[in-house]
């Protein structure tokens, strides 16, 4: 029994032994090394990902070449390109590790199954999705009043220490910045 | 039975006509007159809001005065401060009808409720909150990439017809531009 993963879904709901056990054979276990691709912008998406080790970043590569970061994942973040996998289609975002990963991954076609044998899990991904829109619109909110410092402030709080373990370039492509304004902030 | 609703429900999830009848008895009607405020920012938010008829803006503003867009619903958008509504803590932004508006209503309490009675509105909640959170990481896209043309395609695309609905000087507030900027685009 992953403890970890255990932990993570009582935040959202109750759950017996029983129910935790039949939850897990949902799940595969995936390792992926450091600098490894987990997704490829244009892929079918089949699978969302937990994070139980590792970083992850989420990103959209303009034909340019520039880069823009969507998404970072530390342990017990869930990542994946959601537009492709919740209607199954091709990614926009390459997804790639920062650091050697291990991961617990659900196909869309089980997460589907496992909400119908498990209702409580239905409540978990609709608590959850809750909880990722509210951190997003307060991210674009940082965007709209354009306050980096407000944004750093908030990668900080949503994914603690995560500043010593990504390259400054990286975490000011993220925040929007050069990393001249970075190291003020 | 509102046929609209009904028909906004079956996008997600399928249901009986017994189910619905169910469903309607956990929403309140409101009608709200234009210019009238929904929710104001510092007050706690018990409901969230489907609207049949009418448009409103949801804004943040700041003690300087200067406001910023957040979310515009029309005719079949849900709206509320939702952090403060999912987390039942104070709101954060103000939401105003721009036009007279008739919505339904249903309270944290209520939709708890009816989660466990009719378990499909769980898998809708579920849906809906997948979808939203994938047209909000849309926008923040644009703002990622400065691309407001992109913004403003999507806002169109998103809610049809708005832009001759609400006031230039809120559509360039949403899209963050100046309104010689909107003019080109």
């Not at 600098?35 to 139980?52: C, E, F, P, S």
Request: aromatic share 12%; hydrophobic share 35%; net charge positive.
């Amino acid at each position: 029994m992953n403890t970890e993963f255990a932990h993570h879904l009582v935040k959202y709901i109750s759950l017996s032994p029983e129910e935790y056990s039949t939850i897990e054979t949902y799940f595969s276990e995936r390792s992926l090394r450091k600098g490894l691709r987990l997704i490829n912008a244009g892929d079918m998406v089949q699978h969302t990902y937990w994070v139980k080790k590792g970083l992850l970043v989420s990103a959209y590569n303009e034909y340019s070449g520039k880069e823009y970061i969507v998404q970072f994942a530390i342990e017990r973040c869930w990542i994946t390109d959601q537009n492709a996998f919740y209607n199954q289609t091709k990614a926009t975002f390459n997804i790639q590790c920062l650091e050697d990963s291990e991961l617990l991954a659900i196909s869309f076609e089980n997460r589907e199954k496992l909400c119908r044998e498990v209702p409580k899990m239905e409540r978990f991904f609709r608590r959850k999705a809750n909880d990722s829109f509210v951190k997003l619109q307060r991210r674009l909110l940082t965007y709209l009043t354009a306050d980096a410092k407000a944004r750093f402030d908030q990668l900080l709080d949503e994914y603690p220490g995560i500043a010593q373990r990504i390259p400054k370039k990286i975490l000011a492509g993220y925040l929007g910045v050069s990393r001249e304004t970075l190291s003020r902030l």
